[in-house]
């Protein structure tokens, strides 16, 4: 089964929003809520910022957020600050076969 | 804090067997599922595998043949094994704590690079 599939840069300015998709199949992001987020400084562990497609673990800024619509699911960053700039992974669920898919990344660059 | 480290090999030798090992600390590794999580140079994320502290699993389809996935009470930690490695096994390789029911990955390591080498 094909990875899910994320934009492979966004950018934005600081101060302004960024959604990075990411987009699956009805076989995983489409029929499951449990789509999840993570932040990655490269050298350092991943970070879970989002998880179940909405919420925020605590101590996650709420200028993240999650959405989810059809086979696509999103992350929205508001309010860009210069250490918001990372690599994001989105991840889904993909039934007891597969269990987990993972999104290629996306690299952020605050400008 | 929950902290996890990976140590192993940085590199080993095409066909031999990838051993790598996750200590826990911060946390007791029992009541918890723990996993392997990797990524090749330039590519995304795959999962390797899932551990409960009790010993069952779960791994890819496409490595199940391959892995072997173990757990360590006493010491707090757990391990991984991957036998007739190739240089597509070249990756980063990553150890996790992980909630099955949500599939969600709260706690990470910071991830060892194995490089497989002729």
């Known amino acids: 089964q094909s990875a899910l599939t994320q934009p492979a840069s966004v950018s934005g300015s600081p101060g302004q929003s960024i959604t990075i998709s990411c987009t699956g199949t009805?076989?995983?992001?489409?029929?499951?809520?449990?789509v999840s987020w993570y932040q990655h400084h490269p050298g350092k562990a991943p970070k879970l910022i989002i998880y179940?497609?909405?919420k925020r673990p605590s101590g996650v800024s709420n200028r993240f957020s999650g959405s989810k619509s059809g086979n696509t699911a999103s992350l929205t960053i508001s309010g860009l600050q210069a250490e918001d700039e990372s690599d994001y992974y989105c991840?889904?669920?993909?039934?007891?076969?597969?269990?987990?898919?993972f999104g290629g990344g996306t690299k952020l660059t605050v400008l | 804090q929950v902290q996890l480290q990976e140590s192993g090999p940085g590199l080993v030798k095409v066909s031999e067997t990838l051993s790598l090992t996750c200590t826990v600390s911060?946390?007791?590794?029992?009541?918890?599922?723990w996993t392997w999580i990797r990524q090749p140079p330039g590519k995304g994320l795959e999962w390797i595998a899932y551990?409960?502290?009790?010993?069952?699993?779960k791994s890819n389809p496409s490595l199940r043949s391959r892995v072997t996935i173990s757990v360590d009470t006493s010491n707090n930690h757990f391990s991984l094994k991957l036998n007739s490695v190739a240089a597509a096994d070249t990756a980063v390789y990553y150890c996790?704590?992980?909630?099955?029911?949500?599939?969600?990955?709260?706690?990470w390591g910071q991830g060892t690079l194995v490089t497989v080498s002729s």
């Open positions: 991840c889904s669920y993909a039934g007891s076969n597969i269990y987990v898919l």
């Open positions: 911060g946390t007791s590794i029992k009541s918890y599922y």
């Open positions: 009805s076989s995983d992001v489409g029929s499951y809520d449990l």
């Open positions: 996790a704590r992980v909630d099955v029911n949500t599939v969600t990955y709260d706690f």
């Open positions: 179940e497609v909405t």
């Open positions: 551990i409960y502290y009790s010993g069952s699993t």
